[in-house]
């Protein structure tokens, strides 16, 4: 009788578990612009401190831009109105008052893929917490999950990368629109031109002592970047070519890129002698096994215009690499 009873249970766990699958196949597919969130929030907690601390979080301006732009497009909606197209959203905030607080992160609950984050406080004081401890986590796991997104959406045409993997052993996988702007021997420079200006992505290699000559790493890489840009980038006019602005130092960061130890430098470059500029990236990949730094830089030119969106999509590129040796 007690084996009877295993049995069943076992039979009813199964078919719950299938159950929850099958309504997580049917979700809808979700939807909304890169880097955007929606905020669910009654208006009176919108137009007070609470909105407040989650605009001045989530709408920071970000780093190493040349004009002001914020990290998320952040939209409003009453709690009341929580339904139709907004549970369709990527990525949803919901903050509410309630008997209890807490915080819970869901995937694909309405649809997908989707985050949806719920802050629950009893009072202001207990939310004002709640979004000072949390905004860190929320903040990486929505920029995890856009990077993820903007290369899912890359990835539905792909331009062909032979010439990458054959000088650099490496994949990468770039979207429809780039092309190869430069080709050299250990240097490659690919491009996307649009109306207003353009995207474009170097892929080049150095020593590892290059960087790691002493402990002035910034200063390093940023006479990496310089030489670089003396070689190979050059402007339209004479004796102009891509330095890295000398008014504003760039921002360095430790990160880990397949396993690897990585610079990323985040800042602005110029042009010397003229006056295009614009925001770059560059992560320079420890590879010891080839004695190298893989260098993977996206910079962007589009004058007067925003910039934040397409250094993420340069970010989500240069973040698919996979090194085939």
């Known amino acids: 009788m007690k084996k009877f009873f295993v049995i069943v249970a076992s039979v009813f766990l199964l078919f719950s578990c299938e159950e929850k699958q099958d309504q997580k196949s049917l979700l809808p597919e979700s939807n ?12 009176n907690l919108w137009s007070g401190e609470i909105g407040d601390s989650i605009r001045k ?7 190493a831009l040349p004009q002001e732009e914020p990290l998320f497009n952040l939209n409003q909606y009453p709690i009341k109105i929580f339904e139709g197209i907004i549970r369709k959203s990527r990525n949803i905030i919901i903050v509410n008052k309630g008997n209890k607080s807490g915080f819970v992160e869901k995937d694909n609950e309405f649809a997908k893929p989707q985050k949806v984050f719920y802050l629950v406080g009893k009072n202001n004081e207990e939310l004002l917490q709640l979004i000072e401890e949390k905004t860190p986590e929320i903040i990486k796991s929505i920029k995890t999950s856009e990077i993820i997104e ?5 990835n539905k045409s792909l331009i062909s990368d032979k010439k990458i993997q054959d000088r650099f052993g490496i994949k990468l996988n770039i979207g429809y629109g780039y092309k190869y702007d430069m080709v050299k021997d250990k240097f490659l420079w ?7 200006g353009y995207n474009s992505i170097l892929v080049y290699d150095v020593p590892l002592h290059e ?3 002493d402990s002035n790493t910034i200063g390093n890489i940023i006479a990496m970047r310089d030489s670089i840009g003396k070689q190979f980038i050059h402007g339209t006019l004479d004796n102009t070519w891509m330095i890295t602005e000398e008014a504003y ?16 430098t985040k800042g602005t470059w110029e042009l010397k002698n003229d006056y295009m500029a614009g925001p770059f990236i560059n992560y320079a990949i420890r ?12 910079f962007t030119y589009n004058p007067s215009k925003s910039k934040r969106d397409l250094v993420f999509e340069l970010e989500a590129i240069i973040k698919s690499v996979k090194f085939l040796k």
């Open 190 to 196: 690919i491009r996307k031109e649009f109306s207003s």
């Open 211 to 213: 960087i790691d000559k």
């Open 287 to 298: 590879d010891e096994k080839n004695n190298r730094y893989l260098v993977l830089e996206g």
């Open 57 to 63: 979080k989530f709408a920071a301006p970000v780093d």
């Open 32 to 43: 909304g612009k890169i880097n955007n969130v929606s905020v669910v929030i009654d208006e």
């Open 249 to 264: 130092a760039p921002y360095l960061m430790n990160t880990t890129i397949q396993g690897r130890k990585t610079y990323e």
């Open 150 to 154: 903007n290369q899912r959406r890359l």
